[in-house]
């Protein structure tokens, strides 16, 4: 009998227990700022997994995740810069050699443009970032652009394409500090 009351008091208490948590999952459940603020951007799937891959966007506000977000895409136009001076001092087509001479012209512009950019949003010029960033996207698809007018295949059409992506996800990112109220806010009340 005293058996049946022990194991009938450990399952009210379990149930209890998990009655509990659940109702405490429910009602204060974590707003993910990373995914609410991909969602809002042109490319999702490359915004979550380039800053799920920074251990610091866990902690960061929007304009964290935007600096982040910026400081990959100047990686990663640095690294297309070097490829470019690379494939330029190869190059024997005279088309492929007109091509990579833009394209290092573009992504100098590039590197430039995502610098300033870094400093308009440090300096809470949202405005001035958000267009330097979408001139960085602008700067890597011309350079993919002068293959296609020439009809040339491009050498670069996967790190053009990233480049573009990425500097469009940071203009997509700072254009939510542009917004007017906080935004943090807005994301967890939806």
Known sequence: MLGRRI???????????????????????????????????MDPSLCMSTLRSNPRSSSSDVKGLAHIMLEVTLSKGSDNFAQVKKLVRNATDPIVKQCLDDCVLHYDLLIDDVNKA?????????????????????????CENCFIELKHPSPLTDRNNLSVHLGR??????????????????????
């Open 7 to 41: 194991v009938a008091l450990v399952f009210s208490l379990s149930l209890l227990f998990s009655v509990h948590q659940s109702f405490a999952t429910r009602n204060f459940k974590k707003v993910d700022l990373v995914e609410q603020v991909c969602k809002t951007t």
């Open 118 to 142: 870094i400093h308009d949003l440090e300096s809470n010029s949202f405005r001035e970032a958000n267009g330097h960033a979408g001139g960085a996207a602008d700067d890597a698809e011309t």
């Open 169 to 190: 996800v940071s203009r997509d990112i700072i254009y939510l500090l542009q917004k007017k109220g906080d935004i943090t806010y807005q994301l967890v009340k939806s």
